[in-house]
């Protein structure tokens, strides 16, 4: 029974991974046949991101999540028709309605609050999110995640000094690919892992292989159970590969070498925990393909859905300046 | 009705909003040991205790974001600034994400705070004596006030707190000590509504904050000479309401805005703007603004001294509009 519960938990991690591949990777295509303005690629944090957000209670924690984590929001319920509406800027889209940008994620009933662009800014919120729940008793744990280009802002360094004091109930996610758009992280920063800095704050930090999902996991159930008893926050830093450019405005060519990213396609992590699965006998050639044919179909739905879906109406853009 | 400081005002208000509603807190550098910087909440932590009123580390940005969290999850953080001039390190969580975050999530989530911005001059100098009123105002999705007025702090900050939206307080420092009838029960004081404080037939000034009390002072000698001056006084800065003025303006036809910042691009300049485009049918005279030197602030008192404005330069400001001369603003 057990082992049966497993595979199907270790099934759903590996169709959320695929389907954050399969979308982002058609939102890509979008943006090169001129529907989509913007694209921010998930491509290669799939595995920290699944492995991460499915520690955490969707719709009950509060996640806070940064432009990569389309892997994130589709775990915690977020919809793939929502993602691509978002995309289009359509009026229907829950994130905005067409009044921010693609992959500033947020969604009420989900508890997912996003950031603006300057990055970093959402980590001060995400602690100011869990004081409210402290100070209530709210049973909560919030996560927030960004890169580790963002670890240099001092907003991140501030909100994380302040977690530290208050023992507030959050989860600081680094996803490291490597890169700062362009800056390698050697010119970043004078430390190996960014978890080495949570010992300045007073709790602990932990280095994860971003691109293995069951250690991503692993080491966010132990973070959640810490925050849950109350002993405060874990900053978890998860060693990922960037297998896109930065963003659609974004040529890497420029900085990246060939053998680099060659490299960083070899750690693959869908590809990885393909593999896993398939050696381990959980997933059958029957079950991938059924897997797969399920994600085309719902990436195709998503992407005819957005595309018929109105855009917003200009008479109502100067709604929501002040709360109505 | 008793009279009571500007100071004593915003406590009262404070205080009343605290009692009234247990998702008000405080937080703010030097709130609990100090038991504040400039006293306005003195006392709280023993009548509140340190869950609601919280000494923050030394981080504008940490805690200004911290308490757009809060103000998402359903708290109503009262957020001290302890100058404007420390608010200018929390500027990105105040313009890109407290006055944002309600429009570019489509409604989404409210975010109902108050940043208190103790604002003022004494012998602080260049980087500890200004006036960024302007900064705030300027953005879409904040709501900025800057009462000149015991009476008006009071029912203001009570507004401030129980408003859905960001509310910038810009309290200046030099009327803590200002006093003035207030009642003694809790009372709101509407947001974007000027007033018109004296009714005059000359000239129309135009001010708010610290200008205000400045202004009256400056009004009651015109008097004496038999200038007879209407006052305006803005009390809100976003959203704007001319209506007061410009109802005035078609009576007195002349105009002079006193505020208290380098004159240039200022707060000032948009009513200058508004007198000229709204009220262009009803134009007599020069419009005059009256400001800081366009000077970093210097620290010796004397020097200090000759670039603030004062009851004299309004006196003056009116003078030369009654006389139809025109305004020549320097910045050196």
Known sequence: ????????????????MRLARSLDERMWQLNRQGKAPFV??????????????????????????YYRDLGVVLTMGMTPREVML??????????????????????????????SSPTGTQVPHAVGIGLAAQMRGDDIVVWTAYGEGTSSQGDVHEAMNLAGVMKLPVIFFCENNGYAISVPQRKQM????????????????????????????????????????????????????????????????TYRTAEDLKAMKAQDPVVKFETYLT?????????????????????????????????????????????? | MPVITFMEALRQALRDAMHADERVFIIGEDVVHYDSAYGVTKGFVKEFGDKRIRDMPIAEAGYAGLG????????RPVVEMMTTNFALLALDMIVNHAAKIHYMFGGQFTVPIVFRLPNGYGQLSATHSQAFDNYYAYIPGLKVVAPGTPYDAKGMMRAAIEDPDPVIFIEH?????????????????????????????DVTIVCYGRMTPMVQQAAEKLAEEGIDAAIVDLRTLRPLDMEPVIESFRKTNRAVIATEEWTSVGVGAEIAARLYTEGFDYIDAPIWRVGFDEVPMPYAKNLETAVVP???????????????????????
Not at chain 1, 304 to 310: F, H, I, L, S
């Open chain 1, 190 to 253: 004078g430390v190996e892992n960014v978890a080495d800095r949570a010992a300045g704050y007073g709790f602990p930090g932990v280095v994860v292989d971003g691109t293995n999902v069951l250690e991503v996991h692993e080491a966010t159930m132990a973070a959640v159970e810490r925050a849950r008893r109350g002993d405060g926050p874990t900053l978890i830093e998860a060693k990922c590969v960037r297998l896109t450019a930065h963003s659609s405005d974004d040529n890497d060519r």
């Open chain 2, 68 to 75: 757009i969290g809060a103000a998402m999850n359903g708290l």
């Open chain 1, 40 to 65: 921010i690629s998930c491509q290669g944090h799939e595995a920290a991101q699944v492995g991460a957000a499915l520690a955490l209670r969707a719709g009950h924690d509060w996640v806070v999540p």
């Open chain 1, 86 to 115: 978002a995309l289009m800027a359509k009026a229907e889209d829950p994130n905005s309605g067409g009044r921010q940008m693609p992959a500033h994620y947020s969604h009420r009933k989900l508890n997912i609050v996003s950031h």
């Open chain 1, 279 to 324: 050696s381990e006998g959980i997933l059958d050639d029957a079950t991938k393909t059924k897997i797969l044919n399920e994600i085309k179909e719902a990436v195709n739905d998503a992407t005819k859905y957005a595309e018929a879906a109105p855009l917003p109406d200009p008479a109502t853009v100067k709604r929501y300046v002040f709360a109505e």
């Open chain 1, 1 to 16: 029974m057990k082992q049966e519960r497993d595979q199907t938990h270790l099934l759903e991690m590996y169709r959320l």
């Open chain 2, 310 to 332: 004062h009851p004299e330069s309004v006196i003056d400001a009116v003078k030369q509009v009654l006389a139809g001369k025109t305004q020549r603003i320097r910045q050196q």
């Open chain 2, 173 to 201: 420092t030099g009327i803590y000590s200002v006093k003035g009838e207030v009642p003694e029960e809790s009372y709101t004081v509407p947001i974007g509504k000027s007033n018109l404080l004296r009714d005059g037939k």
